[in-house]
């Protein structure tokens, strides 16, 4: 039983000792009603739940109570959407008519001076390209900004103590108890160059949230840049390798793209005779099969320091760097070769793009002999595709392949040259790596145009063989589908399904190779078998069908390192993958782009972007699972 008292007075107009005593009255009841105290919560719950919108609104005004936001959700709601302290301030005058409660400024500045590391802003002299008045290039030297963290152990402990903090430090099977890996990587991409490091110990190493940018410049990644901005950190990576933490050793892993690799370990790049980082195979020896060349000896970093010594020790004149297995340069850091992770993501894409591209010339000297058939039969009435001129396109057009690879080489010597004129001039060269497409010019077929125009698309192509390797026979089939459409000579079809019958194995071995090698789990005996037999005939195809193109690096990466790799590991690549500093690319991008408005020195902006990356980043803090959606491919 339990007693009720009549009101005498109304809640309205009665004393606030008498609401308090009615309100412990009335919580007593729901207890008592409910079956207990941790029920009479969840009847209370149901209670306001019943209750209509407004009526629940209008009690919540009347108490004075307000919705509270996490603590922290401010700061992290101007890192995350790139906000000034301005901007975050109006918005706060916004949740306050909207009756949300944020953090004060106050306590968000004290909170973001917590999460920041200690920084270096600095304006350094660093190399850039532009074109002279007769259209050639002209190199020169200009400040620009250069932010890196004062200590980078130090930036590395904290990460992991504030991972430790939350338990997201995980046991890996992959990786010792006993151990944290950490690995350290660049690229140049949107005008400047990010130097990242991960913490591999954790459920998404490879993740945007996991990366951490401790070195930016706005300038190219030459050598000369590279080691202008480095100077900041100098040793402080040496320093963090084989570093104990909680009875943990710490291991420095190295990640990039090619290019990067072989900068930080001072080859003289793909050009050279000695052109790969993990052995000492020479361009002759990588067209042939491992199975008919003599062993091919590892490289070694002492091997790579002994060579560079004897480099200058001649004179460090670049015609001989072939004499010193293209070593020209000191290495960045002392970390050993078999620490170097392959770059997966770009072995896919090289291999992808190159057969494709073989393709394309394929399709198009196909197009041209069509061309030619219709004209000869009197088809096509065009007194242009008559003239002596066409006749001398449609034969330099058989030889575009062969100068494309002759072109490719020479490029390679020239930014070697330029390599020289650097150490010479402390200048440095600014060229792309990106291989521009050919204009191939000519008269084409509209349908068979199409297929060339596909390697606009080469990324979704990709992409989509990648997904559905079923769609490599789709592409390959439609040689001869649209043949058959502008041609009924058996001549041109049959050389439509030379074409089908040449490509659509490489791009079925290619394949299965990519969607092992890239995978981020354990591989089973059968999937490494699988795996290894998928790159013999991959490149047994390729050398039988393109006996005339050189074995490029990323080819001699899959078929002499890539399996190799697996087998140590005993799993897939795709935990080494360079796919975080590559999509930090996008977020840092867009966040430079706010703070260019803002005034002040370029140094000052590039510095508050990073501190805004560093608390964004930082694991204590909760982010919304924003969970985005996939764009559908057409």
């Not at 000191?330 to 793009?353: E, Q, T, Y």
């Not at 039969?377 to 030889?399: G, M």
């Not at 608390?615 to 803090?621: A, G």
Request: net charge neutral.
């Amino acid at each position: 039983m339990v007693r009720t008292s009549l009101a005498r007075k109304s809640s309205s107009v009665c004393s606030k000792r008498t609401l308090a005593n009615r309100s412990k009255h009335l919580s007593d009841v729901r207890v008592e009603v409910s079956g207990g105290k941790v029920a009479s919560t969840n009847q209370a719950a149901a209670e306001i739940k019943s209750m209509k919108a407004t009526e629940r609104e209008h009690i919540l005004s009347s108490a004075g109570l307000f919705p509270t936001i996490q603590p922290g959700a401010g700061l992290l709601l101007k890192a995350d959407l790139g906000l000034t302290w301005v901007q975050l301030r109006k918005l706060r005058r916004w949740f306050r008519q909207w009756r949300l409660k944020i953090e004060s400024e106050r306590r968000d500045r004290i909170t973001a001076l917590s999460l920041q590391f200690t920084l270096k802003a600095v304006n350094l002299p660093f190399v850039f390209t532009a074109k002279g008045v007769d259209g050639g290039r002209l190199q020169e030297i200009k400040m620009a900004p250069c932010v890196a963290v004062e200590s980078l152990l130090d930036t590395v402990i904290s990460r992991l103590q504030d991972l430790d903090s939350v338990s997201k430090l995980v046991s890996n099977e992959m990786i010792p108890s006993n151990e944290v890996w950490i690995k350290i990587g660049g690229d140049h991409g949107g005008g400047s160059m990010k130097s990242i490091f991960q913490v591999l110990n954790v459920a998404e190493p490879n993740s945007c949230n996991n990366t951490v940018v401790w070195n930016i410049f706005m300038a190219k990644d030459s050598d000369r840049n590279l080691r202008t901005a480095m100077e900041l950190n100098k040793g402080q990576v040496n320093a963090l390798d084989q570093y104990v933490w909680k009875d943990k050793l710490l291991l420095v892993w190295l990640s990039g793209d090619y290019e990067y690799l072989t900068k930080m370990y001072g080859l003289s790049g793909a050009c050279g005779k000695y052109f790969c980082l993990w052995c000492l195979v020479t361009r002759d020896l990588a067209n042939i099969a491992p199975t008919d060349r003599p062993p091919v000896p590892h490289r070694t970093l002492g091997q790579i320091k002994k060579d560079v010594a004897e480099f200058n020790k001649h004179g460090a004149i670049m015609k001989s760097a072939k004499n010193f297995h293209n070593c020209i340069r000191k290495p960045f850091f002392n970390i050993p070769l078999s620490r170097v992770c392959l770059p997966v993501l770009h072995i896919s894409l090289g291999i992808f793009h190159r057969i494709f591209k073989l393709l394309q010339h394929a399709c198009h000297l196909h197009d041209i002999k069509i061309l030619s058939s219709l004209v000869q039969n009197d088809a096509i009435d065009e007194p242009v595709l008559r003239s002596e001129t066409f006749e001398e396109y449609v034969a330099l057009v058989e030889q575009m392949v062969e100068c494309e690879n002759e072109a490719a080489v020479c490029k390679e010597k020239a930014d070697m040259l330029s390599q020289t004129i650097e150490d010479i001039m402390l200048q440095s060269d600014d060229d792309d790596d990106d291989d521009d497409d050919d204009d191939d010019g000519g008269v084409r077929h509209p349908s068979l145009r199409e297929i060339q125009e596909m390697g606009k698309e080469k990324e979704n192509l990709y992409h989509l063989s990648e997904q559905k390797p079923e769609n490599v026979t789709l592409l390959c089939d439609s040689v001869v589908q649209v043949t058959e459409t502008v041609s009924d000579s058996e001549v041109h079809l049959t050389e439509a399904r030379q074409i089908t019958a040449k490509f659509q194995p490489l791009f079925t071995h290619f394949s299965v190779c990519h969607n092992l090698y890239s995978l981020n789990r354990e591989l089973t005996t059968s999937e490494v078998e699988l795996l290894d037999a998928s790159i013999k005939l991959l490149l047994s195809h390729f050398r039988e069908h393109f006996p005339c193109v050189n074995i490029f690096p990323k080819l001699h990466m899959l078929e002499s390192h890539v399996l190799e790799r697996v087998r140590d590991h005993k799993r897939g690549l795709g935990f080494f993958s360079e796919q975080g500093v590559e999509a930090i690319h996008h977020e840092m991008n867009k966040s430079y782009q706010r703070y260019q408005c803002m005034p002040g020195e370029d140094s000052k902006k590039l510095e508050k972007m990073i501190n805004d990356h560093h608390i964004k980043v930082n694991p204590t803090h909760l982010k919304p699972n924003i969970i985005k959606r996939k764009k559908l491919m057409e």
